[in-house]
């Protein structure tokens, strides 16, 4: 039997790291970015394949767009509610009690 060598130090491991950061980079877009960049580091230091770094470089990029969407819809919430209390505006209309 021959067996397989892996070119340039890349090891045979298939490992889920870049799928499991595209998948994240949708549920929770931090924890998505951050194991995109662990994805590419081990692919990087030929710990895994680089079979996926497609889906690392996409799962990183997805994560901290939508990280930072998140930040900026969070930020103009608040600018939204201290801009309505700040105006003065009457919210009992809204009470039916």
């Excluded at 710990?47 to 819809?73: E, R, Y």
Aim: aromatic content about 10%; hydrophobic content about 50%; overall charge negative.
């Amino acid at each position: 039997m021959s067996e397989y060598t892996p070119q340039n130090n890349q090891s045979n491991n298939d490992s889920p790291l870049p799928v499991l950061a595209l998948v994240f980079a949708f549920v929770a877009p931090l924890v998505g970015a951050i194991l995109g960049h662990v994805a590419l580091s081990q692919m990087r230091q030929g710990k895994i394949s680089s079979a996926n770094i497609g889906l690392a470089k996409a799962g990183m990029i997805c994560g901290w767009v939508f990280t930072g969407l998140t930040f900026i819809l969070i930020a103009i919430y608040i600018v939204g509610i201290v801009a309505l209390i700040g105006s003065g505006a009457d919210l009992s209309d809204f009470s039916d009690y």
